[in-house]
């Protein structure tokens, strides 16, 4: 049994994700990201469940910024088909709506709900809060954007189900623990994740990364990040497939630490199977 941290309200996606992940044993649902990972540096919480990125809406801003200085570890990943119903009052219409609520991702991963309706929006923190507003106003104008189980929590009809623009839109999560995960073993389908920062040379970065071409090491992640208020120093998270007791990854990682002033893996975890899919 796990007591697991996230961003959001019962209901969310991210609830979703860690109760899909663990049996949960405590919940410390959190208002942001930051206080999701200090909730595990500070013990109140065995892991943290975070959305990184979303197929339909990018990287999951101001997450990575947190992670190096979080001093987590990533020890899984999971990959959650997100789905989105319009939900009311009860005994609420269609009709009756003029304003939907949610968070500000979901409402533009629903455009063409919006644009039929012609409804007017407002940004909520969370899209199970969302629904929990709807459910606290008690006013059939207004609905929200939540994922399914949200309905049943807060005592909400569904006016459309499953609502989102992509059927196929997916969101990836990360599991974040104090300690680091036994690697999985070499030969393995496995991710690793990074951050790193070139020494200041021409064509660093280029050398950098030139290892993990030569050894045909798959970089399947390049995000970078300004260090401070200058915009000399960069700051690169980078996630691979493979693990670093590969033959080719250690060539890669190698030339990595050369050109780089810092090298630091963050996680050694299992592949979701989500990604061997065609």
Request: glycine letters at 8%; one cysteine or more.
């Amino acid at each position: 049994m796990t007591t697991v941290a996230y961003q959001g309200e019962p209901g969310s996606n991210s609830a979703t994700a860690a109760h899909a992940l663990f049996s949960v044993d405590g919940e410390v649902a959190c208002t942001g990201f930051e206080q999701a990972l200090d909730a595990v540096t500070l013990g109140d919480a065995d892991v943290a469940v975070i959305p990184v990125d979303n197929s339909a809406a990018g990287r999951v801003a101001d997450v990575h910024h947190l992670l190096p200085e979080s001093g987590l570890f990533i020890v899984g990943e999971y990959f959650l088909a997100i789905r989105f119903d319009l939900m009311g009052v009860p005994g609420a219409t269609l009709d009756q709506v003029e304003c939907v609520r949610s968070h500000v991702h979901a409402l533009g991963q629903c455009r063409k709900l919006l644009r039929e309706g012609g409804w007017r929006t407002l940004v909520s923190d969370d899209t199970a809060g969302a629904a929990r507003e709807v459910a606290e106003l008690g006013d059939p104008r207004h609905a929200a954007l939540a994922p399914p189980a949200a309905a049943a929590l807060y005592g909400l009809d569904v006016l459309r189900p499953e609502v989102e623009d992509d059927p196929d839109n997916t969101t990836r999560f990360v599991v974040l623990s104090r300690d680091a995960a036994p690697a999985p073993d070499a030969g393995k389908p496995t991710m690793t994740s990074l951050f790193f920062s070139v020494r200041n040379i021409p064509s660093a970065l280029y050398k950098a990364l030139g290892g993990f071409a030569s050894s045909g090491v798959n970089l399947t992640k390049i995000e970078s990040y300004q260090i401070g208020a200058g915009l000399g120093a960069s700051r690169f998270y980078v996630e691979i497939e493979g693990h670093p007791d590969d033959e080719r990854v250690a060539l890669a990682l190698d030339e990595l630490r050369f050109f780089s002033t810092e090298v630091r893996v963050l996680g050694v975890y299992p592949a979701d199977p989500h990604r061997l899919r065609a």
